[in-house]
């Protein structure tokens, strides 16, 4: 019997984002808690940044005209501390400013102080020619007016935020937080806390997976509802992934998703609602899985997605595959991360059928290192790596080539 062929990350990945219909009841949140939020509406300039032409200077506002050349002496007639309003400055006139201070009116030019020399307290001596503008930081020329400051979809970062305080905005509204009902299956599975390493039975082992994907949705702005372990018994699965669709837009699962019979996660979602995807040409990651939990009571339904139970395979499909979804949730126009042509340092001399996802480090060469062990069980390798080499199917490398890297950084950002 031929097995069909594997389904494609390229294919998908799209067909999944399509799935992820944008959470419709916007928020409104301070701006001091924004951060890491997606934009549900665009950010309009009601004023200019700067408001009023000002000096980027200590030092003295002029007209150019009167330090044509080098050696002028002005008389200083007033003093202009940021946060004030200087009055009109005639002709053979300075006046003494500080940076952010705002223009007087008739000063077209800023001279700093040290280009200067103080004659007694009423007069200047300006050492230096002065051009037209010098030091002058224009109105607007940070944010015009009416501009779109930012666009509806943005994933707010803290330059973000500090741009949108910059235009009077003490609140922004934003797409609510996707709620997520994550649970783990395996009876293997022990919390850690609750059983001492020496005192582990055979067999045991602890729950790893719960500890970064809780961490990495909770960076996606989750809401996360932590259901624990589910036992491997097919009623318990039912149950738990029942009443968790109720309440959430996501159940998360890891584990139980492959095909032994202690995987009870796909017929208990396929009995609840529909199972849409299964099995893609990814390593690791392979078994992923997503579907629909109908919510009975709601005539709705629930995403679904099934992580596999390996560590490295739950971490590296959250970042391929619920990552993008979780950020589509909320409408972020950005769900992708880009990739860089780096070279491999290393040699990869057995192609795999699968797209295959190596755990590597940046090295001080400038070139990736590969993880020894790239076993789907070994979670050290994603700890000791700062990112994966994204290599195609059938690809063999060699030390020397250029192959496509994404940064850990960039993804958990
Ligand atoms: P499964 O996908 O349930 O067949 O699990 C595959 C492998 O991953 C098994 O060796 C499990 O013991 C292990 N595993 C499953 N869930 C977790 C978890 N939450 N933390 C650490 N290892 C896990
Ligand atoms: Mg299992």
Redesign the pocket.
Known sequence: MTRPALRSLDDALPWLLAQARVLTATQQVSTFEADGRVLAQAVISALQVPPQDNSSMDGYAVRAADCAQPGAVLRVTQRIPAGTYGTPLNQGEAGRIFTGAPIPPGADAVVMQEDCEALGSDQVKVTQAVPLGQWIRRSGEDVTRGATVLTQGTRLTPAELGLAASIGLAHLTVAPRPRVALF???D??VMPGAVAPEAMAPGA?Y????FFLRAMLQRLGCEVTDLGIVPDQREATVAALRNAAAQHDLILT?????V?EE?HIKPAVEALGELNLWQLAIKPGK?FAYGKVNREAQGSACHFMGL????VSSFVTFLLLVRPFVLALQGATQTQVARTEMTAHFDWPRADKRREFLRVKRNAQGGLDLFPNQSS?VLTSAAWGDGVVDNPAGQTIAKGDTVRFVSFAEWLA
């Not at 729950?207 to 719960?210: I, L, P, T, V």
Request: net charge negative.
């Open positions: 783990s299956t395996g293997e599975l082992i729950n790893s997976n719960r890891s584990g139980g998703v492959s032994g995987d078994p596999p139970g390996n560590p069980g």
